[in-house]
């Protein structure tokens, strides 16, 4: 593919997600059998392809999993249906209604809990999993912020307090974040090309807790 029809389908598609946005448009899909709808304004977990890669490597069962920046729900539902206790945070009101909302087309059992990042919980959880928003700035297309820290640091910090084992989460090759994550060695279970950048998705190990 030649870079101009690469920047042509990157403006088509910001285009797409604009007038949907604008339009107040809402979107749904159906992806392993979960049906769900994102919400405008909410992280579109399909567009994005971070979500999917994640959910393709997430082999966890009965476990106590928290999942931070839930977004739509659609990986805490996957990963109740894989038979798993799940808790899930989120930060945007719209989000965690749109969660919600969608927990209950699937008949899961989601405990969505509106707060910044893991605060008030207590855990202990198995498992973190977290597709953190991995830009700064306007490239940072689920908009709320996670903090002036860099997500993963924060990720590992709560992940240590909320005595977890193992984190998923993911990074792209241009995160400005991407360093911070790779320094902690994780595994690289897999990795999304595309056209500018790769997405990695990564597992980490906590020992010692
Ligand atoms: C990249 S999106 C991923 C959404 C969903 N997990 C997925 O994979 O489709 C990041 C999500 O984290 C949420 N978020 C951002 N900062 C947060 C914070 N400090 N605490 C909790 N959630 C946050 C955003 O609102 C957004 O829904």
Redesign the pocket.
Known sequence: MKSSDIMFLGYALALYLKLTEKLRITRKYRVNDIDIIVLPG????VI?K??IA??RNLDVKGSRVL??????????IFLEKLGNYVV?????KR?ARCALINIQRNRAHVDVIL?????GLKGPFDVI??????FKGPE????????RMS?YL?IMKEARRLRAKKIYT?VSTRSQYFKDIMAFSPRVLDKVKLPMEKIYVLESELKGH
Do not use: H, K, Q, W
């Open positions: 909410v992280f579109d977990p994005s971070s979500t994640l959910m999942e931070i920046g839930c977004g739509t729900g659609l990986l805490s899930a945070t989120e930060i945007d989000a707060t910044d990042f893991a605060r999993v977290c597709n953190p928003p991995y940072n297309l689920s908009r709320a912020i996670f903090s997500p924060r993911t």
